[in-house]
């Protein structure tokens, strides 16, 4: 398909400022309610809601500075581990939330399913500019009765874009920081005419890699809301990235003790078949993708909504990321579908490469029968399309690939004797997903509420390999379908405390690529995970307090990781509970001083010995990998209305490689401090400007950050083999500043 550009984008949303648009508000999954009192820098809100929940309020967003993503933002909230590969906020990141991966965790911007329909990944590229988000709330147990997801054990992060303004001005904000970051960014706002408001931005951001090469990004946001006087709103938001990156190596835990700082890629080097070993020129990461949600909100009558919400998700792009270049053996005519008997080159770049299309739509009905009780209904469809292919591609002299993106139809893919494409893989995934809730709330009194609900979800999986260097063309078919009922309960036994009780039963779909890996340990069966989380908040206008234990049981726990030549796998870990503590404190210090801490504790145990690589492992009583179980932070900050600083101190504790526990990786401590000037002006023609500056790593601290590849067993046991683990590197001290600017 032909790519996009950011001119013919800006056009189709310009011709779009006539069309009417929703209040992001309307869907719950994608709503925060930050009216009450923020404390903690905006590092915590009141909360009521009976379920653990943490919410970064838009004052922390700015205050944490930088050009860094929306996830990168959570990294000091209470149950969520967040490793981002650097502080450009371009790159990969990895999360864990209570023992759950990043792919187990529901992610939607403005009630849009982001993870990635196939693997459930999350991409940075999909989370627009950070300085358009509004807030973020993460609930870090439960799924929302009304979530849009397929692929979510339990936990869910949202975020909301910020609503037009209703007064005309722009905004103009430039970074600058370390390894020649520059991000520049402008929005401009129409402000309100007869109910109509919209702004539209764009951002332009450069960087070198603080290990290998350069990177880039340009970004194309609109939003337009049109509110009546009946409460009637409708909000058109679209989003679009085009990005060229270089990816990050891996190292081994031994590569990483013998050289901390080694980017490992010294240059176009050859491993003894002649193949490309490790160079920042074919490591690539091109990729576009836009997301389109048209969501309009009715007031049917007085205690009577409906919320209507089409979305439209389109990405186009690749990765190549292994630890070699990939190669071709010509010494045999065929290979899988293929006469390789002409081959003139053993070395080719491989991307592999996806193409999504991802129509869905979310309604739901609100009525408020009476005094007493709420009830909402809904129904979300989706039907995910996703053509993954990986072709080879011929590397230039220079080391370069001939052609950098790899979408099906390029010239300088090599073609067979018989003058068809080689494919590593060539697959077509439809993903039709159904699901439809009811929800009563039951105000029983100022003290109690109680909530239970009923969900079922309904989820095929349609597989087409069109064969390739390994598979011969077939057809494939799964489907997955379970009832999910919820409940919990509040209890305010005092004006400023309350009690509450959640328990939430959650459907893991597995991921699309089961359908065509023969040597994934995976069953036809869904991950299923049932969700007790115990909690006590302590809320005034000084000080906010929250204390929650949870236990989850999962069946089936699916674990992802890569193969040697870095492709997808699932591995099937059998019964997993996970079961913690998680505190979180903030609130005000006399001085114009605040404070906020939050503590986690994750007991994440493995209940089964595991079948792999044609034999048995014991991991039954192992922890599972890539788990810290202690994390803590504390934070200080200053805010006098001029001057603003904070200083963050962040403890992660050991976690493990593998999961029978043979490779530990030690916990680290590492320390930021980020402050601002709230710059004096006459306000005749500038409202506001802020000057932004910190460091991220203060002390420079040398750590592996997070496993990027579990292995099932880094020690040779019962006969099996021993397997390399890779982590990522945690990025150097960097620095930052940046000028902001409102009209």
Known sequence: MKRFSISAVALAVLAALSAQAADTSSTDVGSINVEGQSLGGGMMVQEDSAKARSTVTKEAIAKLGGATNSIDRLKYTPGINVNSNDSVGLSGFDYTMRGMNSDQIGLSIDGIPINDSGNYASYPNLLGDIENIDGMFVTQGSSEMDGPHIGSSGGNIAMTTRRPSKEPGAFVKQTMGSNNLSKTFARVETGEHDGFSAWMSYSHTEADKWKGQGQRADKLEFNTLYEDEGGNSSNLIVKFNRQDLTNYNTASRDQFNSDPRSDYRHGITYNSDGSVANDYKI???????????????????????????????YGNGGSFNG????????SSDRAGMYDLSDLESNTYYRPSWTQTWRPGITTKLRWDINEEHSLDV?????????????????????????????????????????????????????????????????????????????AYEYVQRR???????????????????????????????????????????????????????????????????????????????????SATLFYLTFENRQLSTKDADNDDILINVGDVVNKGLELE??????????????????????????????????????????????????????????????????YTGAFYGDLTNDQKIGGRTVYDLGAGIYLPIDKKIVKSATLRFGINNLFDKEYLSSARTVVTNSVAQNGLSADTPYYNIGEERTFYASLETTF
């Open 283 to 313: 490591d690539r990461n091109p990729f576009e993708n836009m997301t389109i949600s048209f969501t309009q909100k009715l007031q049917l009558r007085d205690d009577l909504s409906l919320t209507i919400q089409p979305y439209y998700y």
């Open 323 to 330: 630890q070699t270049a990939s190669s071709l053996s010509s």
């Open 378 to 454: 809904g129904y979300w469809y989706e039907r995910a399309r996703q053509r993954q292919t990986q072709p080879y591609i011929n590397i230039n002299s220079d080391g370069n690939p001939a052609e950098l993106w790899g979408e099906p139809g390029g010239s300088n893919q090599v073609k067979d004797a018989n003058g068809n494409v080689v494919q590593g893989r060539n697959q077509n995934t439809t993903t039709p997903a159904h699901r439809v809730w009811v929800q009563d709330t039951w105000f029983f009194s100022p003290e109690w509420t109680f909530s239970g609900g009923l």
């Open 463 to 545: 597989g087409e390999n069109h064969g390739s260097l390994s598979a011969a063309p077939a057809r494939t078919d799964a489907t997955y379908h379970e009832l999910l009922p919820s409940f919990n309960a509040s209890w305010k036994f005092v004006p400023e405390q309350q009690l509450f009780y959640n328990l939430t039963r959650n459907m893991r779909t597995p991921m699309n690529y089961v359908l065509y890996n023969t040597g994934d340990s995976i069953n036809t069966k869904p991950e299923l995970s049932w969700n007790n989380e115990l909690g006590w908040r302590f809320q005034n206008e000084e000080m906010l307090v």
């Open 585 to 650: 404190w903030g609130g005000k210090l006399p001085y114009n001083l605040n404070y906020h801490t939050a503590y986690t504790y994750t007991d994440s145990e493995q209940r089964d010995d595991i079948s792999a690589k044609g034999g048995t492992l014991s991991t039954s009583g192992k922890e599972l990998a890539n788990v810290p179980k202690n994390m803590f932070n504390a934070t200080l900050g200053y805010d006098d209305g001029l001057f603003y600083g904070n200083f963050t101190g962040r």
